[in-house]
């Protein structure tokens, strides 16, 4: 009786006839032996093929139950994480109709507490271009509480403004940052957002900023004129900063007291525009009264 020598087992380099080899020099063991002891190094094509076709088959089925329960109308509500969150982290901004009467009476505050989110959301939502998340308000009012300020109407009991500001901290100086402004536009031309901007600069000295910056689109003009009656600078010219395209200025305010020089330079800056320009004035004047005296 004779045996039957089986065929030379002949693997591709796979990492795990990697691994065999390996262990063959180090331990001195034939690969037969592992191939034998763990099955999962020595499978056949044939296998190999059955398990691709298997796994196939379960994907197939996973999508036909997948396409039959989006055709199918939902019987099971599956909760909204952002929803549940309406009670603590997302309250739902108020659609009040404040309009300013004969005995309105405007006051100014600082944010309070979780009562006056809604109506901030409510301001800076409905006047400015740039939308903002409930995760922005909060990075905002909860860091610098003092920094969040409202104006109110006494008379309906609607905060008709809101400025929004933070404290950007270096070793070396403390640079505050106006991050939001909005005033109700019936209650606009009464220069609250005048004296919001200025409680929140004396609000942002007192904690000891050496600067303040904040940044406008070009095209709002009417917010550049109220910045720059405030003394405030045009530092550079940021292209397509806003999400709508347009550009923005980038505005900032130097404390004297914090950056003499600066200031001082600034200063000289503008006396010498304003004698360039009388200079020049008083040069067109000169000539047009020459001009007249040699034509009489």
């Known amino acids: 009786m004779t045996c039957k020598l089986e065929p030379e087992f002949k693997p591709t380099k796979t990492c795990n006839l990697v691994f065999i080899e390996q262990q063959q020099q180090q331990f001195n063991i034939r690969p037969t032996d592992l191939l034998h002891q763990n099955s999962r190094y020595a499978m056949s094509t044939a296998e190999t093929c059955n398990i691709i076709d298997n796994t196939i088959d379960s994907l197939k089925r996973s999508m036909a139950l997948i396409a039959e329960r989006l ?3 939902s019987t099971q509500t599956i909760p909204n994480p952002i929803s549940t969150m309406t009670s603590e982290t997302l309250p739902e901004t108020s659609e009040m109709n404040c309009e300013p009467t004969e005995n309105s009476i405007i006051t100014f505050e600082t944010f309070k507490d979780e009562t006056q989110m809604p109506d901030i959301m409510r301001v800076i939502t409905k006047e400015l271009s740039e939308p903002y998340s409930i995760y922005t308000y909060r990075y905002f009012i ?5 920094l969040c300020l409202l104006a109110k109407d006494t008379s309906n009991g ?7 500001c933070k404290l950007d901290q270096e070793p ?13 536009e019936a209650y606009r031309r009464r220069g609250i957002g005048m004296e919001l901007v200025k409680r929140s600069i004396e609000a942002m000295r007192q904690i000891g900023c050496d600067e303040v910056m904040l940044e406008t689109e070009v095209t709002n003009t009417k917010a550049l004129a109220l ?6 600078i045009r530092e550079r010219r940021l292209l397509r ?6 550009d923005a200025f980038r505005l900032k305010l130097l404390f004297a007291d914090c950056w003499p020089e600066q200031s001082s330079s600034i200063i000289d800056e503008l006396d010498n525009e304003i004698t360039d ?4 004035t008083a ?14």
């Open 71 to 73: 055709n199918k109308p």
């Open 142 to 146: 909860k860091n610098w509480p003092e």
């Open 241 to 246: 900063y806003y999400l709508n395209g347009v």
């Open 158 to 164: 609607c905060h008709i403004g809101v400025i929004v």
């Open 172 to 184: 070396k100086w403390r640079r505050g940052y106006i991050a939001m402004l909005a005033v109700e």
């Open 277 to 280: 320009l009388t200079m020049t």
């Open 227 to 232: 910045y720059s009656r405030l003394g405030f």
């Open 283 to 296: 040069g067109r004047e000169n000539t047009n009264i020459g001009e007249a005296q040699e034509a009489c």
